[in-house]
Nanobody
Framework: QVQLVESGGGSVQAGGSLRLSCAAS????????MGWFRQAPGQEREGVAI???????TYADSVKGRFTISQDKAKNTLFLQMNSLKPEDTAIYYC???????????????????WGQGTQVTVSS
């Protein structure tokens, strides 16, 4: 079955950087909409960054200019480079795939059919 496996989370101080990876099995990350979502304790899961099959990206306002979503087709891996991290970025980060859309990607979590297990990101002040 399809597997999405995140890695790269950890604990950093405010202002630091992390790079998250999402390795896919039995799924081609460049074939459809892919996204990074996050969920902080007591909060709903929210979209962080999305990329369509053509490489067009969208970002949540809260991370624009700090986070970058990208793909490595050869490695079939999705990345999220996170710079200038803030304590409010603390959350579990998930990668997800929407197998039904290649463009006009949806920001809604319910439209993404495949999910990874998540990786914890903790930013201390």
């Amino acid at each position: 079955q399809v597997q999405l496996v995140e890695s790269g989370g950890g604990s950093v101080q405010a202002g630091g950087s992390l790079r998250l990876s999402c390795a896919a099995s039995r799924y081609t990350v460049s074939s459809s909409c892919m996204g990074w979502f996050r969920q902080a304790p007591g909060q709903e899961r929210e979209g962080v960054a999305i990329v369509d099959r053509y490489g067009s990206t969208t970002y949540a306002d809260s991370v624009k200019g700090r986070f970058t979503i990208s793909q490595d087709k050869a490695k079939n891996t999705l990345f999220l480079q996170m710079n200038s991290l803030k304590p409010e970025d603390t959350a579990i980060y998930y990668c997800a795939a929407d197998p039904w859309r290649g463009a006009r990607c949806s920001p809604r979590t319910t439209d993404y059919g495949y999910w990874g297990q998540g990786t914890q990101v903790t930013v201390s002040s």
